[in-house]
């Protein structure tokens, strides 16, 4: 059975930095690519970022884009997405999510971890 | 300002169709695939429909998916109250290099 569990949502104020993890388990994890999407309290999903397989490839939303790193370690089974320089529009739940055959297709989803950007 | 334009809001009553449109451009429907989101309350997002028109294993066949050149529907025939919920149609844009979702559209079955 896939798993995917989320950690490290929580609140960090303005300017200031987070870092999430998603533990996946059921599937061989470095044959897939892996996304973080999120949903902002009351919107709708927001496709924030995708990493490869192998991590060689990633890629980033535009509203993220230099503020935010996506990475994996394989040996761990392990997604990670480094938020920085945070602004109280990143405030949302972060899912991380599964992806098959190619990154639009998001076929097992965590339960998402909230991160609240605020003073 | 969604990429992917989606109805905010569809409504039907139990054991009718109902169908959600999702509205695109060249760079993204026109030219890629299209997958459906099903999200109850307080819940993720499930994989509904994925390659235009093809159902993850458990998805019955009531839910069926269409796409005709910049525009793809999602049909639920048989309604029930368990399926009120948000549905989001997903692409990938050329233009863009990036996923993008349409807003959402509200079932409510009545």
């Known amino acids: 059975e896939v798993q995917l569990l989320e950690s490290g949502g929580g609140l960090v104020q303005p300017g200031g930095s987070l870092r999430l993890s998603c533990a996946a388990s059921?599937?061989?994890?470095?044959?897939?690519?892996m996304s973080w999407v999120r949903q902002a309290p009351g919107k709708g999903l927001e496709w924030v970022s995708a990493?490869?397989?192998?991590?060689?490839?990633?890629y980033f939303a535009d509203s993220v884009k230099g503020r935010f790193t996506i990475s994996r370690d394989n040996s761990k089974n392990t997604l990670y997405l480094q938020m920085d320089s945070l602004r109280a529009e990143d405030t949302a739940v972060y899912y991380c999510?599964?992806?098959?055959?190619?990154?639009?297709?998001?076929?097992?989803w965590g339960q998402g971890t909230l991160v609240t950007v605020s003073s | 300002q969604s990429v992917l334009t989606q109805p905010p809001s569809v409504s039907a009553a139990p054991g009718q169709k109902v169908t959600i449109s999702c509205s695109g451009s060249?760079?993204?429907?026109?030219?890629?695939?299209v997958s459906w989101y099903q999200q109850l309350p307080g819940t993720a997002p499930k994989l509904l429909i994925y390659?235009?028109?093809k159902r993850p294993s458990g998805i019955p066949d009531r839910f069926s998916g269409s796409k005709s050149a910049t525009s793809a529907t999602l049909g639920i025939t048989g309604l029930q109250t368990g399926d009120e919920a948000v549905y989001y149609c997903?692409?990938?844009?050329?233009?863009?290099?990036?996923?993008?979702f349409g807003g959402g559209t509200k079932l409510t079955v009545l």
């Open positions: 999510a599964k992806t098959v055959a190619t990154i639009e297709k998001l076929d097992y």
């Open positions: 059921g599937f061989t994890f470095s044959n897939y690519a």
């Open positions: 990493i490869s397989g192998s991590g060689g490839s990633t």
């Open positions: 060249s760079s993204n429907i026109g030219n890629n695939y």
């Open positions: 390659d235009n028109n």
């Open positions: 997903g692409t990938w844009d050329s233009s863009l290099s990036a996923v993008v």
